[in-house]
């Protein structure tokens, strides 16, 4: 085992946040900019192993393992391949814009920044582990601080209500796919050991009989309809770094299991409902462009957003072809980034406007350019343009739905037109037009660390639709997916 970077990533979010709890409460700058070192800490070293992963070479790298409790088959063993690695640098890239649109928290700010980091350490937990009792462990590990930062941080007329359906729809895919986990343990050779599990050569019966409990289980977090509505009640309660990371990155955390570990581990099941999965993902999308565009709740055209560009990864999933997944793939981290900026411009206009009602809205550009600016370039991503990470990630998914069933791909687009309706008309009722003249008084820019992050989420988003190969997103994501083609037969 050589340097244990990924256990460095894993753990200095957990290590920050003991240290955080460990202080007095009223050291609150002191708190801030431990939190702050420590994102970005993470965020170099997630950089290093984007740029240091062997492309030409695939497969999993920068592999760690320890035996933990070898009598039960769980060790401590990580790695990364060309899916991950993107993940893993998405997961730091919102960790760290989360603690700096964070700030100006006051009301226990101790406690916040804690659990935000140890939100941190699940997600990377899940995306490097290679062992699927830690994968578990980490997804689980999630749960407590999330329920707690919803329900004390939160918007206080639904924050009850958010945390509670949030933490009970949780619970119900944390049952299903822990039952599904340690069914594959003991068909598999009592062994959590994923690339083991890959060899295990699972019947077809099995994987028919336990597939849908495992993909559902993960699922569910990746917001799959009709599971779905935790995602735009938790996004719309909770604080704007927690609605950055849900949408940002725990809803990747479960389509990235779900990927990981059902269709990887069974992918004769993964091929037995990938009709059912397509079906499933297209009504992801017009069902969440449509709601969404019938909302008048600023955050909650975002939250519906989220589940119809979900949508997109996961018929993506479900082509099962070279095109789809590596546009699942792409869209993963280019959503994962959108919708981090889309949240914190929320939240820097609530924070000043104190209202999420559209029709109180208005003429914000005159006062926040560089936030309706952020909130343009993430609507162009949403939209798909060309020149945006958007383009770039739902055109393959389009191809590759395509291949295997075109009405899907036909209805998908028109998905996409009506995302284009909806945020269009978001950025002209909340930017544009009229200042009302009590926001006039209220509104001022926004802060320095709050132009830094809409400025580097805008940057990546760009750069990525700009130059996918030279960013090297989409090598990556292609050495990522090789193995699950050969696993299941893709071309």
Wanted: glycine content about 10%; some cysteine; overall charge neutral.
């Amino acid at each position: 085992m050589g340097f244990p970077i990924l256990s460095l990533i894993i753990f200095i979010p957990l290590v920050a946040g003991l240290i955080i709890l460990a202080m007095p409460a009223e050291r609150k700058q002191a708190i801030r900019v431990i939190a702050l070192i420590a994102s970005l800490l993470d965020l170099a070293l997630a950089f290093w192993v984007y740029f240091a992963y062997d492309v030409q070479l695939g497969g999993y790298q920068f592999i760690e393992r320890m035996e933990w409790v070898k009598s039960l088959g769980i060790a401590y063993f990580t790695g990364v391949n060309g899916v991950s690695v993107p993940l893993v640098l998405l997961g730091a890239v919102v960790l760290t814009a989360g603690v700096m649109v964070s700030w100006h928290v006051e009301e226990r700010p101790r406690e916040f920044f804690a659990f935000y980091m140890f939100l941190g350490t699940s997600v990377q937990g899940v995306f490097c582990s290679l062992d699927l009792f830690m994968l578990f462990f980490f997804f689980e590990l999630a749960v407590f601080p999330k329920y707690l930062m919803i329900a004390i941080w939160g918007y206080p007329k639904t924050r009850d209500y958010g945390s509670m359906k949030l933490t009970l729809y949780l619970f119900l895919g944390s049952v299903l796919s822990l039952v599904g986990v340690l069914a594959m343990w003991s068909a598999g050779g009592h062994t959590f050991d994923m690339l083991q599990l890959e060899q295990a050569g699972f019947s077809r019966a099995f994987q028919i009989g336990w597939f849908l409990v495992v993909f559902g289980g993960f699922a569910i977090l990746g917001g799959i309809f009709p599971f779905h509505s935790w995602a735009p009640d938790g996004h719309v309660a909770a604080p704007t770094a927690v609605s950055m990371m849900l949408a940002g990155v725990e809803m990747k955390v479960g389509a990235f299991a779900a990927l990981r570990v059902a269709i990887t581990l069974m992918p004769e099941g993964a091929q037995f409902y990938a009709p059912l999965i397509l079906a499933l993902g297209t009504v992801n999308v017009v069902y969440g462009a449509l709601i969404a565009m019938i909302q008048s709740d600023f955050k909650y055209v975002i939250g519906f957003s989220s589940v119809s560009h979900m949508g997109l990864v996961m018929i993506g999933f479900a082509t099962l072809n070279r095109e789809g997944l590596l546009g699942a793939g792409l869209q993963m981290f280019s959503h994962g980034v959108m919708t981090a900026l889309f949240f914190a411009v929320v939240g820097m206009v609530y924070d000043r406007a104190h209202t999420r009602h559209i029709p109180e809205l208005g003429g914000l550009v005159q006062k926040m350019p560089l936030a309706a600016l952020g909130f343009i370039v993430a609507g162009l991503v949403s939209m798909g343009m060309p020149a945006f990470s958007g383009f770039v990630a739902e055109f393959p998914i389009f191809m590759g739905a395509w291949q295997v069933m075109p009405i899907v791909a036909i209805i998908a687009i028109l998905g996409v037109i009506v995302t284009a309706g909806y945020i269009l008309l978001v950025v002209r009722r909340v930017f544009f037009g009229s200042l009302p003249e009590n926001l006039n008084v209220l509104v001022g820019d926004v802060s320095v660390m709050d132009k830094i992050v809409i400025v580097g989420l805008s940057a990546m988003m760009i750069l990525m639709g700009i130059l996918p190969t030279w960013s090297r997103m989409v090598p990556l994501i292609e050495s990522g997916i090789a193995q699950i083609l050969v696993l299941v037969g893709g071309a």
